[in-house]
């Protein structure tokens, strides 16, 4: 067979599989393992018929690739947990970013409602939160510290009583995915309409700054969080509604893996928004507005940077060294 013959028949296999190895868009380990075998076979060919081919060097490469991401070492299995959040998370954060912006997006609009019904309905924010819970806050507004609220109780009992109760919101915003997303939309809409017409109401009594650089402390991670972790119920949603090439059977478990992944990711950050609730937002009333702004822009920095910037790096990171991009393009061999 000829060379040129030889790529044009197995090139879109090759790229296939380039595109598998490289973007860990892979769901059977034997499946990939099988592809692999095969590569091994067509660069034995090349070896020993095209012996001076650049093809050989291509398929050495994505050889080479393949076989790390196939056979891991022991090393590579005790960093496991490491890699998680080092690449795996910012990958899939990546592949799937068009279901956070959709959630971001959920949350402008709901938290807006909120603002508007709370404007026009002066019960609106009663009704939500219940009389106890505003008038509680209003006598905390007359008595010069609106944010006593959040000062009851112990810190470590309330940093845990918060950490589990965002995590229960969490999961219930990615289980509810099930519903083809819908119960997960309200999920977010009860939560954010509940943020908008609460910050209302404190722009209505004239201590919105109080509350901003009070409720902001924690509520950056946790708002953040709330909204990756809805965008895995969209996943989860989508994946029923969409199964694409797959099965919807098999679709649906690769979006409920791929969801769950995404969850465990967030709960570092809700365990953080918890800490903070439970051991410093209590003190933003004394605190100098440098350290609670600090705070707020430092937790939203670097929650914003993981989810939103961070996987664009490890993608270009990951697809640099791709053979096509090392000046040796499978059109051109």
Known sequence: MREVSFIKQ????????????????FEDPDELASQYIHLINDLAYAQTYYP???????????AAKAFQKIYKTKREDTNRIFAFWKTEIPL??????KFIYVAFILFFIFTAIGVISAANNAEFLRSILGDGYVDQTIENIEAGNPMAIYGSGSNWGSFIEISIHNM?????????????GILTIWVM???FIMLGSFQYFFYEKDVFWESVRGIWIH?????FAIVIQASAGLILGASILFPGTHSRYTS???????GIKILISSYPFMFSAGFLEGFVTRYSNVMPNWLSIGIILTTLSIISYYYLVYP???????????????HIPLEKL
């Open 219 to 223: 509520g950056a991670m946790e708002i």
């Open 168 to 180: 229960k919101v969490g999961a219930m915003a990615f289980i509810f995915g099930v519903t083809l």
């Open 52 to 62: 001076k081919s650049k093809v050989i060097i291509y398929l050495n490469q994505l």
């Open 252 to 258: 649906f478990k690769k979006g409920a893996k791929t």
């Open 312 to 326: 664009f790096k490890v993608q270009k990171k990951i697809t640099q060294p791709q053979i096509l991009n090392l």
């Open 10 to 25: 197995n090139k879109e296999k090759w790229l296939s599989f380039e595109r598998a190895v490289f973007n860990n868009d």
């Open 92 to 97: 899939i954060c990546y592949q799937y970013r």
């Open 189 to 191: 809409f009860e939560n």
